[in-house]
């Protein structure tokens, strides 16, 4: 009864211009499908967020054999459908489940349990989230099982450096979205940013 999600969300994309600019002229957004990606397969947002957005395109710009030559964002209006919403606490009790579910089918496979870990040495580097992944795949798959199929995953994360000393509050964080049905991106956009 107090689960549905607003009806519609702003997602910003950081990526390089001539895709930008290509995406806002109708091309479709290319699914990230990485064993690291933070939330699964999906097309990834920064919810409500451009100044993160513009920030992550320019880390990329950074990147050695990086294809964003001019940092861009793209908005978009989003439907999260049925999300996987890790903000609402019913949805970590189903995924502590799916955890639970998998653990044990690794195990009965003799298959390695994946791991968390570093891919490099900065902020944006230091996300190989391959185990959270796989958890993710999975308990999308138990969903899709039960024709309970995911639209949307979203969830909080806290980064960065604290804002101030003894301080909770930190310098990167984000809520972050990855859309698994491109129907749900409803308008692409070129933001207005104010001065």
């Known amino acids: 009864m107090y689960s549905p999600h607003p009806a519609?969300?702003?997602?910003?994309?950081?990526?390089?211009?001539k895709i930008g600019r290509e995406l806002?002229?109708?091309?479709?957004?290319?699914?990230?499908?990485?064993?690291?990606?933070?939330?699964?397969?999906?097309?990834?947002?920064?919810?409500?967020?451009?100044?993160?957005?513009?920030?992550?395109?320019e880390w990329l710009q950074k990147r050695e054999r990086s294809s964003v030559k001019n940092p861009f964002v793209v908005g978009s209006?989003?439907?999260?459908?049925?999300?996987?919403?890790?903000?609402?606490?019913?949805?970590?009790?189903?995924?502590?489940?799916?955890?639970?579910?998998?653990?044990?089918?690794?195990?009965?496979?003799?298959?390695?349990?994946?791991?968390?870990?570093?891919?490099?040495?900065?902020?944006?580097?230091?996300?190989?989230?391959f185990l959270d992944c796989k958890v993710i795949q999975y308990a999308c798959q138990l969903a899709e099982n039960e024709q309970q199929k995911f639209d949307s995953v979203r969830a909080a994360f806290i980064e960065?450096?604290?804002?101030?000393?003894?301080?909770k509050f930190y310098s990167e964080n984000h809520i972050q979205i990855a859309v698994r049905n491109p129907e749900c991106i409803k308008a692409v956009f070129l933001p207005r940013v104010s001065d």
């Open 24 to 57: 806002i002229n109708g091309a479709s957004f290319k699914q990230s499908d990485n064993p690291y990606d933070w939330l699964g397969s999906g097309i990834y947002f920064w919810e409500n967020n451009y100044a993160r957005a513009k920030q992550y395109a």
């Open 77 to 129: 209006v989003i439907d999260l459908g049925n999300c996987l919403d890790l903000l609402d606490h019913k949805y970590n009790e189903f995924l502590k489940v799916a955890h639970k579910l998998l653990m044990k089918e690794l195990d009965d496979n003799g298959q390695q349990v994946p791991k968390n870990k570093s891919l490099g040495q900065n902020d944006f580097d230091f996300k190989g989230r």
């Open 8 to 17: 519609l969300v702003f997602g910003f994309h950081g990526t390089d211009e």
């Open 160 to 167: 960065g450096k604290p804002l101030y000393d003894g301080s």
